[in-house]
């Protein structure tokens, strides 16, 4: 059975640094093809894809928020970290993980969620 | 404004059929699998449809998915309330290398 689980701060002040965690069991980074997504979804609003690392150390993001990204790997925990730099009000979402495997957009599985607010 | 067009909204009756459509362009739906979500109120994003036409075990056949050139379709028969949700279209971007979505649409079971 797969499953993934986001973990990190539900507040952060702008200007800082948002760091997420995303824990997964069911599956393996280290086996060929599988990937990990970040999507986010603020409040009322459409699914935004983050980011994406793949098996082999392959990285994809989001071309207006490349420059604040960074996803990153540790297949010994079997987690997926992401940063995101300068956070501001509008990055308010809700923000999960999903699963993907290379050559497929499909997003198979999917975290529950983990709101970020960005308010002083 | 995202890559993918889909209707902000559909409704029609219980027993009914409603089709929702999403459209992209060559770099996105005309060279990529399509991909449905399906979001109930205050949960995740859950598969429903996957290459184009495709349902994930436990996906009732109600639900069906299509494409034609750089157009999608997902139709579901037989509405229930419970269907009430949002819908979500998504695709792979060959030209920005981006997995894109389409703004959601969301079904009213009258």
């Known amino acids: 059975q797969v499953t993934l689980r986001e973990s990190g701060p539900a507040l952060v002040k702008p200007t800082q640094t948002l760091t997420l965690t995303c824990t997964f069991s069911g599956f393996s980074l280290t086996k060929s093809e599988m990937c990990v997504n970040w999507i986010r979804q603020p409040p009322g609003k459409a699914l935004e894809w983050l980011a994406r690392?793949?098996?082999?150390?392959?990285?994809y993001y989001r071309t207006s928020l490349k420059t604040r990204l960074t996803i990153s790997k540790d297949t010994s925990k079997n987690q997926v970290v992401l940063t995101m730099t300068n956070m501001d009000p509008v990055d308010t979402a809700t923000y999960y993980c999903a699963r993907s495997i290379v050559r497929s957009p499909t997003l198979d599985c999917w975290g529950q969620g983990t709101l970020v607010t960005v308010s002083s | 404004q995202s890559v993918l067009t889909q209707p902000p909204s559909v409704s029609a009756a219980p027993g009914q059929k409603v089709t929702i459509s999403c459209s992209g362009s060559?770099?996105?739906?005309?060279?990529?699998?399509v991909s449905w979500y399906q979001q109930l109120p205050g949960t995740a994003p859950k598969l429903l449809i996957y290459d184009n036409d495709k349902r994930p075990s436990g996906i009732p056949d109600r639900f069906s998915g299509s494409k034609s050139g750089t157009s999608a379709t997902l139709d579901i028969t037989g509405l229930q309330t419970g269907d009430e949700a949002d819908y979500y279209c998504g695709t792979w971007d060959r030209s920005l290398s981006t997995v894109v979505f389409g703004g959601g649409t969301k079904l009213t079971v009258l």
């Open positions: 060559s770099s996105t739906i005309g060279n990529n699998y």
């Open positions: 690392i793949d098996w082999d150390d392959d990285k």
